[in-house]
């Protein structure tokens, strides 16, 4: 078996490192495939360089926590996916999948339900499969806050919700507002915001829906900080387009 122990992370950390010393649990949606892109498989193992975007993933999770575990939620071709996690990482890399067998018929909402059905953390990033993470965006989090992160707009990156402010807070998000946009990624914080979140999720009427719409649905919404990534820029490959762009560089 193939194994890549640039993954596995010490029990204790560093000072100098900058990592974190919660345990945190990544829900990464990756149940469907990428804008005209299913002759390239599920989204996971889409190459990046060297890499798959989830190697990149987890890599940039890797360098930010100390204690950590990933559950993956795919759909499409997920004996692919299972084969690729299973030939790949070494026993000890804490990443299980969670199938969505009617993505087809649904939306990220009703994955990430079953998804969050697989942790009992109080500690959960969610975030978009397609997302290429970045070690400096997630050792910024601030984990005592449940948040959300943006940036300023930029034509390339993809991400087409916007943020609408309340203060330092979350009021809103919208298709229609452009300057700051929302990098689908998620932080929840404590028993009572995950249990919130998880009860607005699990609601039938947003099985079909997008993350941000749940997210304007619920209640717990205004009770997010907002955390702008003014690093290195997020992007999203779920599109051909992205991916030929940030292949060609």
Known sequence: MKQKSRFIT???G???????????????????????????????????GEKTLLEHQIDAIA???????????????????????????????????VENQVYYHSNCCEGLRLCMNNTRNSHIVVCGGGVLLTASCLKALNTKKSSILCQEA????????????????????????KEKIWTELLYLNGDSMVRSFYNTISK??????????????????????????????????????????????
Request: with cysteine.
């Open 154 to 177: 930029e034509k390339d990156t993809m991400f087409d919700v916007g943020i609408i402010e309340d203060g330092d807070r979350l009021e809103n998000m919208s298709l229609a507002v």
């Open 63 to 97: 360098s930010a926590f100390i204690d950590f575990e990933i559950v993956l939620c795919s759909g499409f071709e997920t004996h692919k996916v299972y084969h690729y996690i299973q030939s790949t990482f070494p026993p000890s890399m804490p990443i299980r999948i």
């Open 14 to 48: 560093s000072p100098t490192t900058g990592k974190r010393d919660e345990k945190v649990t990544f829900i990464l949606l990756a149940e469907n495939y990428g804008y005209r892109m299913k002759s390239y498989g599920p989204l996971p193992l889409i190459n990046i």
């Open 10 to 12: 010490s029990a204790t």
């Open 204 to 249: 039938p009427e947003l099985k079909t829906k997008f993350l941000f719409e749940a997210i304007n649905a619920w209640r717990g919404r205004r009770q997010l900080y907002l955390s702008e990534n003014t690093d290195e820029k997020i992007i999203k490959v779920d599109n051909i387009k992205t991916l030929k762009r940030i292949t060609e560089q």
